[in-house]
């Protein structure tokens, strides 16, 4: 197996690995029974999303190819193509960044999905990031044996799958690769009304006058409650489980915001109790509208569990006005709605779950230490997620949103372009030594 031969031109594109006697002529690697493979000098990162554009730009800066592989069509294909239209970025667009590049003058404090996309395919053009796309990763593995990573992938338009083979493999296909539904449900095949995920919606105004169950109640859910009730229908919404609805803004500050200025202060309890102290005033009890709380704070439950607080834009003020209606736990479905848990069964024109989304790694990764087989996260806790051994690297899991793909882009960049460095100088030195026995 070749090694890296640092920063020459030749080194800085994905090349055929070659049987026989090696004389670097065209040809796929063995009998042709297997994939094509294509040796790749730099790191293969899996997936186009914002982590994955985060770790090449910076990787890119510090002077390391890399090949990047995404199985949508374009980049962002989550932004693109699975959230619905009135979608904001939920928290101000300075914590929303990616490394090296801001926002463009005169983007709003909170940019909208359009916005967000067209930043991202800007970030791709300024550092020359061009993903194969239509590639899907059917496995990937360590080889011991030769100390690389081969990554079998499916490319569209190709009858044989091609195996990309890398001394650094990151895994950056991200928390919300897949859309989760609920198991278990009893009746759900027999419920002949209309049935989507969030990842589907897109506009109320087709459901105008109907009456719409919303299952979850974060915030997907809320945001989509609130564009139905926007668009003229009728919507309820799932509560299963107490939650934390905090405004988005403090007067005129962000929630968020603040809540890093206070805790270069204060300890997280402290914190929290400000936080909710302030929320009681501004929204006042929630818990009367069929909103509990928990008796653990936002933000702690935010640091051990990783699930987010809601951040009311408005969708409360409907809930206290009845204009959303807050419903239980569903028991069963029925052919025209459903039974919930109190007993009461309601008809329902179409149901979306806003049940959000999950890591599809366990499914084509194989390897069990850094990535957990249960919910395909990584088994180590913030902020040691991104690095596991042999050289497997993990971006955008922290569930710490994009302030945590930032954080995982630039370390994993720092790390690999020291390895790189390191391959680099042994090289020329290797062949300097050549030259001079010649």
């Known amino acids: 197996m070749a090694t890296s031969r640092g920063g020459g031109q030749d080194d800085d594109h994905p090349s055929i690995l070659h049987s026989g006697d090696g004389d670097g002529g065209g040809g796929d690697a063995g009998d042709g029974d297997g994939p094509r493979q294509v040796w790749v000098p730099g790191p293969v990162i899996v997936g186009a999303g914002p982590s994955g554009l985060a770790t090449a730009a910076c990787l890119k800066a510090r002077g390391v190819p890399s090949l990047v592989l995404e199985k949508d069509a374009c980049v962002a294909a989550l932004w693109r193509h699975r959230t619905y239209e009135r979608l904001r970025l939920h928290l101000p667009r300075c914590f929303c960044e990616l490394p090296l590049a801001p926002f463009p003058p005169g983007t709003p404090a909170y940019p909208t999905r359009n916005q967000f996309i067209a930043y991202l395919d800007a970030y791709a053009r300024a550092f020359g990031i061009e ?249 180590k806790p913030f902020p040691h997620s991104w690095r596991g051994r042999n050289n497997l690297y993990a971006a955008g899991f922290t569930k710490r949103g994009l302030v945590g793909t930032s954080y995982d882009a630039i370390r994993i960049a720092e790390d690999i372009a020291n390895q790189w460095t390191e391959v680099f100088a042994s090289t020329t030195a290797a062949h300097r030594n050549s030259d001079q026995d010649a």
């Open 131 to 379: 993903p194969r796309l239509g590639a899907r990763v059917r496995s990937a593995a360590y080889d011991a044996t030769i100390g690389f990573w081969r990554v079998t992938v499916d490319v569209d338009g190709e009858a044989a799958a091609t195996e990309f083979v890398s001394r650094w493999l990151v895994v950056a296909t991200g928390e919300n690769a897949e859309p989760a539904w609920p198991e278990g449900v009893e009746g759900m095949d027999s419920y002949r009304g209309a049935v989507m995920h969030t990842s589907s919606y897109k506009k109320g105004h087709e459901f105008r006058g109907k009456k719409v169950l919303v299952v979850g109640c974060g915030n997907s859910g809320m945001e989509v409650s609130l564009d139905l009730c926007n668009n003229g229908a009728r919507p309820s919404m799932v509560v299963r489980d107490k939650l934390h609805v905090l405004p988005r803004r403090y007067l005129g500050i962000s929630t968020f915001g603040l809540s890093v200025f206070l805790l270069r202060w204060l300890p997280i309890k402290q914190v929290d109790c400000l936080l909710l102290f302030f929320t009681r005033l501004i929204l006042g009890d929630t818990e009367k509208y069929g909103l509990p709380r928990p008796m653990i704070g936002p933000l702690q439950i935010k640091n051990s569990t990783g699930k987010t607080p809601v951040l009311d834009i408005g969708a409360l003020r409907k809930i206290k006005d009845g204009e959303i209606k807050v419903v239980p736990a569903i028991n069963r479905f029925t052919e025209n709605g459903v039974e919930f848990i109190d007993g009461h069964i309601e008809v329902f024109d179409a149901v979306i779950f806003a049940t959000g989304y999950k890591s599809n790694v366990s499914s084509w990764l194989k390897e069990e230490e850094l990535f957990s087989q249960v919910d395909g996260f990584p088994r």
